[in-house]
DNA sequence: GTTTTATGATAGTAATACTATTATATTTGT
DNA sequence: ACAAATATAATAGTATTACTATCATAAAAC
């Protein structure tokens, strides 16, 4: 089985990280010190000395950590849309496709050994925890005009299509999408950390409670009235 | 008329900023300051020389800037209760009570005059920038026990409660309406900055368009089947 | 076999997030 | 009215962060 890459945006980076053995290290031992320190408190300085090599060599990569930080999540949701495809491209109702989206976006994430040196259980982690922060930002609006939020946009495009088909007159399609992929990590974040704001629990089968919740939300939301 | 003040969790400060002059400047000033730098490039000494004061004498209010924000947040959240109880607490069927509350969450927020030395407007640009990270922290297992995200977790009980009473076999309320109150944010915020993920426009009536979301998305979710 | 390119080694800087100390001004208790 | 307590200001200092710069060397490409 051949190792799949994706595509991103270079203006992620300033050198391709999935080219070189060092870009690869610097990926993969990344997405392990912000799992384990948290963003703020990884550095490239940490960075380097896990992986045997200097700051200065880091950056020569990544023009800074928020850049990294905007280059593992544009690299979740490439994987995400492509697992989304996986499920989907073999369906032909909406009604359907959007059902498997569902439950691909409410999933427990597991090691996908399609991908070499990207633990996506690690990397889902980093997402529940600073996705919020790729955009929350003063400089949301340059980012998004270079399309460092490409992989966001283009799930919420694709899943939005298929509402639209579904129902042409549900006015809030985007709005709608884009609630339920934040909501998801939401939940699960909440459920892990802040149990009062949440009706899932951590341990047992969150997953399909959730899965049952965002179903709900969206096929009430958009069912013909 | 009477200011009126909200009593806040004590761990939230070291001295009680709203009992004296610097304390209310400090509140003051920092809801300025954070509205226009971002919370990153937001610094105490920066606040100091805002308020001729020093850096030390705000490390007697505040641990760090991050208990500030939580503090800031936890006024704000305050303050929406405060506004849902006005316009709910006239009324008794729990459907209009939601109603009027999901207007609230809506709306556009105006400059309160009944609490000097907070610009409400500004404290909301500062919410819908920064809310996700008073609790997307290392920390927030420690922040949560010393009760910090109250008001927050107030708020949800008791829009949740009303949720059970009207239809007291929902499944989630909570998820529901903690999903509603970050929503409520989170649209304003792509409006502002990502348009393509949501269907709100920036400029006109922003607010109405929301609400109808809001409202579809909670009633149709709750509607016994 | 030389030129290009990538990496490593090392150094340096301004800013940040604090802590500590002392002096002075103000308030409070008696 | 005066001493004691307290709040604030002024100043200094520290470890860490987020970079930038320079130079040497090793590996790859032409």
Redesign the interface.
């Known amino acids: 089985m051949p190792t799949l890459t994706f595509k991103l945006n270079p203006l992620l980076y300033l050198r391709d990280p999935q080219h070189t053995e060092l870009g690869q290290k610097i990926i993969s031992a990344s997405v392990t010190l912000i799992d384990k ?2 963003f ?2 990884f550095t490239f300085k940490k960075l380097a000395e896990e992986i045997d090599s200097t700051e200065a060599s880091i950056y020569r990569y990544f023009e800074n950590k928020h850049r990294l930080l905007l280059y593992l999540i544009g690299w979740y949701w490439n994987w995400l849309e492509y697992r989304i495809d996986l499920f989907t491209s073999v369906l032909t109702d909406p009604v359907e496709k959007l059902k498997a989206c569902i439950r691909v976006i409410a999933e427990k994430k597991k090691y996908d050994t399609n991908f070499d040196f990207i633990d996506e259980e690690a990397l889902y982690r980093i997402v529940l ?2 996705l ?2 790729t ?4 400089q ?2 340059v980012d ?1 005009k270079d399309g460092l ?1 490409g992989g ?2 283009s799930i ?2 694709k899943i939005a299509e298929w509402i639209k088909e579904i129902n042409p007159d549900y ?6 999408i ?2 339920t992929l ?2 998801a990590k ?2 699960i ?2 459920a892990d ?2 149990p ?5 629990k951590k341990v047992s089968d969150q997953a399909g ?1 959730l899965e ?2 965002l179903l ?2 969206i096929f ?2 958009i ?1 013909k009235s």
């Open positions: 320190l948290g703020e408190q925890a600073e919020d922060k955009y929350l930002t003063k949301v609006d998004n939020f966001f946009k919420c495009k006015p809030y399609p985007h709005a709608l884009s609630t934040l909501t939401q939940q974040f909440f950390h802040l009062s704001l949440t009706d899932f409670a049952d919740f709900n939300l009430q939301s069912k």
